[in-house]
């Protein structure tokens, strides 16, 4: 009869992880921590915390930022999900160096930064401009699926 080693799935193993070998170069998640750290200019950010002296400190936009992002690109917008990806998944702590921040921190950052958005997205077009990205011919997102909510039931008309 045939010998085969034991094994089980339920046994646990502990693994030490570097999270700066966790993101690779010629991932979307090297390109996504390249660009937040070093091409934005999160400084716009900076005014909406106003905890020098008293209070505790914020998380860093810059963080808050790289996870929204990845989660995004992934799919998963809803921000208990997002921070349930920043405890179980290795990128996600990764990009995060595992802080960790609650659901409420990311949906409040999520729904309050209307107006920074459109600077960003300005900053990431021009930085795609100088790196030749863009073919200045046609400009699509693709695979947006807004709900729409303009029947007559709804808009009253």
């Given at each position: 009869?045939?010998?085969?080693?034991?094994?089980?799935?339920?046994?646990?193993?502990?693994?030490?992880?570097?999270?700066?070998?966790?993101?690779?170069?010629?991932?979307?998640?090297?390109?996504?921590?390249?660009?937040?750290?070093?091409?934005?200019?999160?400084?716009?950010?900076?005014?909406?915390?106003?905890?020098?002296?008293?209070?505790a400190?914020?998380?860093?936009?810059?963080?808050?930022?790289?996870?929204?992002l990845?989660?995004?690109?992934?799919?998963?917008?809803?921000?208990?999900?997002?921070?349930?990806?920043?405890?179980?998944?290795?990128?996600?702590?990764?990009?995060?160096?595992?802080?960790?921040?609650?659901?409420?921190?990311?949906?409040?950052?999520?729904?309050?930064?209307?107006?920074?958005?459109?600077?960003?997205?300005?900053?990431?077009?021009?930085?795609?401009?100088?790196?030749?990205?863009?073919?200045?011919?046609m400009?699509?997102?693709?695979?947006?699926?807004?709900?729409?909510?303009?029947?007559?039931?709804?808009?009253?008309?």
């Amino acid at each position: 009869m045939a010998k085969y080693k034991p094994y089980s799935y339920a046994q646990g193993m502990f693994i030490p992880v570097f999270f700066k070998e966790q993101i690779q170069k010629g991932t979307f998640e090297y390109t996504l921590n390249y660009l937040v750290d070093n091409e934005l200019d999160l400084s716009i950010f900076d005014a909406r915390f106003n905890n020098d002296e008293t209070g505790a400190p914020a998380y860093d936009p810059r963080i808050l930022l790289k996870i929204i992002l990845l989660a995004y690109s992934r799919g998963i917008t809803s921000s208990r999900s997002i921070a349930d990806c920043c405890e179980k998944n290795v990128l996600f702590m990764a990009l995060s160096a595992n802080s960790r921040p609650h659901f409420t921190t990311i949906a409040s950052f999520i729904s309050s930064m209307d107006k920074e958005v459109v600077t960003l997205f300005l900053q990431v077009l021009l930085v795609c401009d100088q790196q030749n990205l863009i073919g200045r011919e046609m400009f699509a997102i693709d695979g947006c699926k807004l709900p729409s909510n303009a029947s007559k039931e709804w808009s009253g008309t």
